[in-house]
């Protein structure tokens, strides 16, 4: 799978496990909308910093983000 892909599925998966909104996950990180929805449909390229931050901003691992065979 596309890495890109990967990381949106589980920050998708995440995002909604948790019960937030990416309007939420804006005011936590910073990140717009636009991003975080690009994200999710793997449009976007984020970099280790990105990673990271969106992490924190859902409140797990940036491992998390990047582990195989966890996306619905």
Sequence with gaps: MDMRK???QNFAR???EKGLTQEQIEERSGF???YLSGLERGRRNPTVV???ELAQA???SHLDLL???STN
């Design 6 to 8: 990967l990381v949106g």
């Design 14 to 16: 995440i995002r909604r």
């Design 32 to 34: 717009s909308q636009q």
């Design 50 to 52: 990105t990673l990271y």
């Design 58 to 60: 859902l409140g797990v």
């Design 67 to 69: 582990k195989p065979g």
